[in-house]
């Protein structure tokens, strides 16, 4: 199976928060990321974080990441209908450095 | 923030063909650069990992003949998907990484080829 494992879908109102979820299975793991990608396009990094790290907030986007459970979660304050898009959570370990294992992919629906 | 650069955005072209495809970084130099391939609703796939000035790892499964991979400058990597036929028909992502692999990589906007 995937190393990297995200759920394929989430609705969420305009105005809310969205919290996208991953976990990971390599305990060597270096960097995380967040990457979006909308329809045709290629893929847009929204943040990373540093394996040392539990918290990272960058404006509208906090990443929370919990080592002892291999899980990151993304969350989006105040969700826009531009942050509909597909979602993707990324690893990079040490014994494959600069490549990256990405998940499958969290299709976003924003609602208004 | 860093560019990647990628040429061209959308080919079509008849089976048999060979398209080249480009992946520059506008702004970096990028010492390894990475080429995904991404079929719909799915995930990406890394099909080689392009190092400057020399030979290209591929990843197992792809084909080093099919997929040729050149990497002659801190700037710029190519594809050429050689004898295209319908069933190379994909989206095609590169990606570039800076020497410092602190830094994250950062992606070209795909080029999707169409084989008839």
């Known amino acids: 199976g995937e190393d990297v494992e995200q759920s394929l879908f989430l609705s969420v109102r305009e105005g809310d928060s969205s919290v996208i979820n991953c976990t990971y299975t390599d305990s060597s793991s270096t960097y995380l990321y967040w990457y979006k990608q909308e329809p045709g396009a290629g893929l847009q990094l929204l943040t990373y974080i540093f394996s040392n790290m539990d918290m990272k907030q960058d404006q509208r986007l906090t990443v929370l990441l919990n080592k002892k459970d291999k899980h990151l979660s993304l969350r989006i304050a105040d969700t826009q209908t531009g942050d509909s898009a597909i979602y993707f959570c990324?690893?990079?370990?040490?014994?494959?450095?600069?490549?990256?294992?990405f998940g499958a992919g969290t299709q976003v629906v924003v609602t208004p | 923030g860093a560019v990647v650069s990628q040429h061209p955005s959308w080919v079509i072209c008849k089976s048999g063909t060979s398209v080249k495809i480009e992946c520059r970084s506008l702004d970096f130099q990028a010492t390894t650069m990475f080429w995904y391939r991404q079929f719909p609703k799915q995930s990406l796939m890394l099909m080689a990992t392009?190092?400057?000035?020399?030979?290209?790892?591929?990843e197992q499964g792809v084909e080093k003949d099919k997929f040729l991979i050149n990497h002659a400058s801190l700037t710029l990597s190519t594809l050429t998907v050689t004898s295209a036929h319908p069933e190379d028909s994909s989206f095609y992502i590169c990606?570039?990484?800076?020497?410092?692999?602190?830094?994250?990589?950062?992606f070209g906007d795909g080029t999707r080829l169409s084989i008839l």
């Open positions: 990324a690893e990079m370990t040490t014994d494959s450095w600069g490549k990256l294992q």
């Open positions: 392009s190092n400057e000035g020399s030979k290209a790892t591929y």
């Open positions: 990606s570039a990484s800076p020497w410092d692999k602190d830094q994250p990589q950062h």
